[in-house]
């Protein structure tokens, strides 16, 4: 399977990669084939369940919006985040769906959207079934989709085109694992930014990625500012106030945003924290967001190019895309090899991967050379195995606000630590995620964004 940056950067809306944006898509997609069909026009209510993770934790991460949204046509992409509460609320409260966003039908909330606490599909822990309904109450079309992380689709049972079909895109440089990668690089004497975009111009030309990559940091630099001037409380029951204005507020005044001559040493790290905050809680709150490479772990490579840009002199665009190109060649092992899903092999699989992922970024932005820059990404990877997924109340809130914030300085240590060595360790960036793979796949249920352990029961909602 070929993989794009662009695949795993992309735009998107909160809480959740897997959870919200997975499940729009989902719905738009089963939407779709009902219109290609020529099915709609006899479709009078459509019924949806979710299953598993989705069905635990959906409600707190807006999984059954996201299915609203998607089935009136919404995409991820270009959903206004503003309205998109209050196109749910007249959805439920006219008990109607405009499938497509122009095609009547009935829609009973209670009835027609199930969520299964305790029951799973077979295929991942991500399971939702669509069906739509005529008149007589026949089932016109029943299609089953999993949201397998950073808000990639598979679709369970359909044929045609329906059918998600993996991209077998032949690419010069193929790699499946980072010894591959790296023998590539030492090869063809390119750094893993290289390979990235020698492959990557396959589907695009080089002008255009360039431009896709810096649509893709803008969209993080107005996530930021936005979740530094948010004020309030974030939604969903626990109270939690947001963070992110005030602490701009207190190092806007005391920094003027230069390090040079201040006291503490450790401002830059108080500033990675800040903005890793602030991309959080825009997404706890539903906000236009990045999945990198998922929406639980959406600040951590954000935080740290805002470092790079903000505290490493030369910092350029040129940076940002070799950034993003590196750590997307290390997103990519661990999607083929592992998981990035929350819900298949724990928090390890969606912060643990970012972490790796940034530091990876970062390394190849600073100099390092292909060995040090895997070096940085399993550094990044081996500090985070066996991290659960155990959110409170089923929110992207506790802990996964601050988790975010502690990653991203991890992150920038990690490829600090791998600039000073020559690349060689003992624990290779392969062996690392086969750990986290397996580590997942020993992991009880109860600590996979199911909030049935950990803190998520340990926590009193309120």
């Not at 059954?64 to 439920?92: F, I, N, W, Y």
């Not at 706890?284 to 190019?305: H, Q």
Request: net charge negative; charged share 20%.
């Amino acid at each position: 399977m070929a993989l794009s940056v662009l695949d795993l950067f992309s735009i998107g809306i909160g809480p959740s990669s897997s959870h919200t944006v997975g499940p729009m898509r989902a719905a738009k997609q089963f939407t779709d084939g009902l219109e290609s069909s020529g099915q709609l026009a006899a479709t009078v209510r459509v019924q949806a369940e979710l299953f598993g993770s989705l069905g635990a934790t959906g409600r707190g991460h807006g999984s059954d919006k996201a299915v609203v949204l998607g089935l009136q046509g919404e995409s991820p992409e270009t959903v206004d985040t503003r309205t998109a509460d209050d196109q749910v609320a007249a959805a439920a409260l006219d008990a109607e769906l405009r499938i497509g966003g122009h095609h009547r039908v009935d829609f009973n909330w209670e009835e027609d959207m199930l969520l299964h606490r305790r029951k799973s599909l077979p295929a991942h822990p991500n399971g939702m079934t669509f069906r739509a309904l005529d008149h007589a109450g026949e089932v016109l079309r029943e299609r089953s989709y999993y949201s397998i992380g950073g808000g990639f689709v598979v679709d369970g049972d359909a044929s045609g085109s329906d059918k998600v079909v993996a991209d077998a895109t032949v690419l010069p440089y193929p790699f499946s694992t980072a010894d591959e990668l790296l023998a590539i690089c030492a090869r063809e004497d390119m750094s893993i930014s290289d390979v990235m975009l020698a492959n990557e111009l396959v589907w695009r030309s080089e002008a255009e990625l360039r431009e896709r990559l810096l649509e893709i940091w803008a969209v993080m630099r107005e996530c930021v500012d936005n979740g530094c001037s948010a004020e309030g409380i974030l939604p969903g029951g626990l109270n939690v106030r947001r963070r992110a204005p005030s602490l701009f507020k207190t190092l806007s005044a005391n920094d003027a945003g230069h390090v040079t001559g201040s006291a503490d040493p450790l401002l830059a790290m108080e500033w990675v924290n800040l903005f890793a905050l602030a991309v959080n809680e825009e997404n706890a709150a539903g906000g236009r967001i990045v999945t990198a490479p998922t929406n639980g772990a959406a600040g951590i490579v954000p935080a740290v190019l805002h470092y790079y840009v903000k505290f490493v002199p030369g910092a350029d665009d040129d940076g940002v895309v070799r950034f993003l190109l590196a750590a997307a060649a290390v997103g990519i092992l661990f999607k083929i090899n592992a998981s990035i899903s929350g819900a298949e092999v724990g928090c390890q699989g969606e912060v643990g991967s970012a972490c790796s992922m940034a530091a990876a970024g970062l390394c190849e932005v600073l100099g390092g050379t292909p060995a040090q820059v895997e070096n940085a990404a399993e550094v990044g990877i081996e500090h985070n195995l066996g991290l659960t997924c155990d959110p409170v109340g089923g929110l992207v809130q506790i802990p996964c606000i601050e988790r975010n914030a502690i990653a991203s300085v991890k992150a920038i240590n990690a490829a600090r630590l791998a600039l000073h060595g020559d690349g060689s360790h003992k624990v290779s960036l392969d062996k690392a995620i086969k750990t986290m793979r397996d580590t997942g796949a020993d992991m009880k249920s109860k600590y996979k964004e199911t909030s049935r352990g950990g803190l998520a029961v340990n926590v009193v909602e309120c």
